[in-house]
């Protein structure tokens, strides 16, 4: 399935798997218009993948403006590795949230 798309140029509605538009011929940079009911999936799985390679580092935190936390994770290194593990696990199983109480999860949630 595709999404519905818009050009950037010409404004024209086209399909998310043309890399060119079909009306102006231009290449694309998708903005996805419709919204997305994984939109929310999405950004947990990027939140796992940050969490993944730079939690240890509290990356994900300082993204998701939990500064705080994020300095005092990146000092002890991610609490020497358990913190760090226990963040990858929340996000996994959708316990994660970010400064604006949204839910990050790399399991769809409704
Ligand atoms: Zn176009």
């Not at 011929?25 to 950004?43: A, C, H, M, W, Y």
């Not at 929340?90 to 400064?99: E, K, L, M, P, V």
């Amino acid at each position: 399935m595709s999404l519905s798309v818009f050009c950037r140029y010409c404004g024209q509605q086209i399909s998310d798997i043309d890399l060119n538009c079909t009306h102006c011929g231009l290449k694309q940079n998708f903005t996805v218009v419709s919204s997305s009911p994984s939109r929310k999936n999405s950004e947990g799985v990027i939140a796992f993948i940050v969490c993944f390679l730079f939690g240890i580092f509290g990356l994900h935190r300082f993204i998701y403006g939990k500064t705080g936390t994020g300095i005092l994770m990146l000092i002890t290194l991610g609490g020497f590795g358990i913190w760090w593990l226990i963040d990858l696990i929340r996000i996994g199983i959708g316990h994660f949230t970010d400064s604006k109480g949204n839910q990050l999860s790399l399991i769809h949630n409704h």
